[in-house]
């Protein structure tokens, strides 16, 4: 059973770095493509990077300028950064497991909630 | 980046009915590359289709799913208490990949 769980701090102030982590088991990390994915208060869901097996990132165009992720297959964990927080990155923030760059999400951490506020 | 736009905002049925929920998306969309999701309450969302018409492990086929192009439905043929929910479409062929804003699918 393929589980990823996400970890990090629930409250970030503005203008700091936010550092999230998800963890991967039931499934080798080293075969699919790592996404983080996050949906802000009421709202849909916008993707916002993904991490291959290789290493190679893919950014949103629209956070690709305050965002990175990493994998570290030892661990069995991918990571996200992201950079100048404001209130409008306030969001359940989850990760989710594709089979390829353009593929579908078919598994999905169960979300961490993320506020900025000072 | 592709705009999809999903219809109607809000769905309100009851148990036993059809629901049928539109995904437009701004421009072509390969089949391949079109899938649905359903998200309950405090939960991630779940994969129910992709490649616009192949339904996820484990999923009932009372969740069909067709279209083309531009237009893509997802049918639900009998509403069970649990098909109450929110439902998304979502592009993975271009990126950035989007998702509709969703259909809330309500008694």
């Known amino acids: 059973q393929v589980q990823l769980q996400e970890s990090g701090p629930g409250l970030v102030k503005p203008s700091e770095t936010l550092s999230l982590s998800c963890s991967v088991s039931g499934d080798s990390i080293s075969s699919y493509y790592w996404s983080w994915i996050r949906q802000a208060p009421g709202k849909g869901l916008e993707w916002i990077a993904y991490i291959s097996s290789s290493g190679s990132p893919n950014y949103n165009p629209s956070l690709k300028s305050r965002v990175t992720t990493s994998l570290d297959t030892s661990r069995r964990q991918f990571s996200l950064r992201l950079n100048s927080l404001t209130a409008a990155d306030t969001a359940v923030y989850f990760c989710?497991?594709?089979?390829?760059?353009?593929?579908?999400?078919?598994?999905w951490g169960q979300g961490t909630v993320v506020t900025v506020s000072s | 980046e592709i705009v999809l736009t999903q219809s109607p905002g809000t769905l309100s049925l009851s148990p036993g009915e059809r629901a049928t929920l539109s995904c437009r998306a701004s421009?072509?969309?390969?089949?391949?590359?079109l899938g649905w999701y359903q998200q309950r309450p405090g939960q991630a969302p779940t994969l129910l289709i992709y490649?616009?018409?192949s339904r996820a492990a484990g999923i009932p086929d009372r969740f069909s799913g067709s279209g083309s192009g531009t237009d893509f439905t997802l049918t639900i043929s009998r509403l069970e208490p649990e098909d109450f929910a929110v439902y998304f479409c979502q592009q993975y062929g271009s990126s950035p990949y989007t998702f509709g804003q969703g259909t809330k699918l309500e008694i």
């Open positions: 490649g616009a018409s």
């Open positions: 421009q072509s969309v390969n089949t391949v590359y």
């Open positions: 989710a497991r594709a089979r390829g760059g353009r593929s579908y999400f078919d598994y």
